[in-house]
Each structure stands twice: as structure tokens, then as C-alpha cells.
């Protein structure tokens, strides 16, 4: 066993509300449609997602402990898989729902960062 891989919970002993958080955030939520359009798992770096590394690093620890991903190391690489089937069977459903309200979106991009004003002296 991998001491670097982080535990991963069950899907059904994590509560409504937690996984409802996750999935709050566009960024998280980006990071689920990939995987659910993917069709073999992700490097972390390899996520088309505008956020630095430590901010990655967080969103993809909000989901693993939501119990929506799972993780394991190829090589160097932190790889992510969606536990699709897993959190069907916990929340039937509810990532369908997801993807579908995704889909239906006027706009579904991630909001941009506004350019810094300059101040009038």
C-alpha cells in the first residue's frame, strides 16, 4: 500500500450537506464533468482548471473527502478517478441531475478575474 495515497471515505457514510458543498463550487464541479468525460483517469495537472496548485489541491481534498473521487499514485503522478458507481449507489442519481443542469446552463463558464482597478492619485 501507498502511504502517500490519502484515505478515501465511503460514499455512504458522508452526509448530504457535504457532498451538496462540494459540488457548490465551479471549479469542483469543472473537475467532476472531466472526469465524467474522460475516458481514463486524470493526472491532477492535467485538469483544464485556471486556479494555482494549492488552490487545486484543495478543491480535489473538498471531493475525495465528499467521497466523489478517488486517488492513487502512477509514478509521480496523482491520479483521479470519479467514483461514479460508488456515489450512484450512496445518491441515486445526483450527479446525473448534475450533468444534465450543467448541460442546460446558458453559461456554464467559470467566472474570470475582473483586472485589478488603478487608483486615481
Keep these: 500500500m501507498d502511504d502517500r495515497i490519502p484515505p478515501h471515505p465511503d460514499p455512504r457514510t458522508i452526509p448530504l450537506q457535504q457532498v ?3 459540488l457548490v463550487d465551479p471549479v469542483r464541479r469543472s473537475i467532476v464533468r472531466q472526469l465524467r468525460e474522460a475516458s481514463a483517469d486524470i ?13 487545486a ?10 467521497g ?7 509514478g509521480t503522478s ?9 456515489f450512484a449507489r450512496a445518491f441515486p442519481g445526483l450527479l446525473d441531475a448534475l450533468a444534465a443542469a ?4 446558458p453559461d456554464t463558464a467559470l467566472p474570470t478575474a ?8
Excluded: W
Design 20 to 22: 451538496l458543498e462540494a
Design 43 to 55: 493526472a491532477c495537472g492535467s485538469f483544464d482548471i485556471a486556479v494555482s496548485k494549492s488552490t
Design 57 to 66: 489541491t484543495h478543491h480535489f481534498r473538498i471531493l475525495r473527502e465528499a
Design 68 to 74: 466523489l473521487i478517488r486517488q492513487h499514485y502512477a
Design 78 to 86: 496523482r491520479m483521479n478517478t470519479l467514483r461514479d458507481a460508488e
Design 102 to 105: 450543467e448541460r442546460n446552463a
Design 114 to 121: 475582473r483586472p485589478a482597478a488603478r487608483s486615481r492619485r
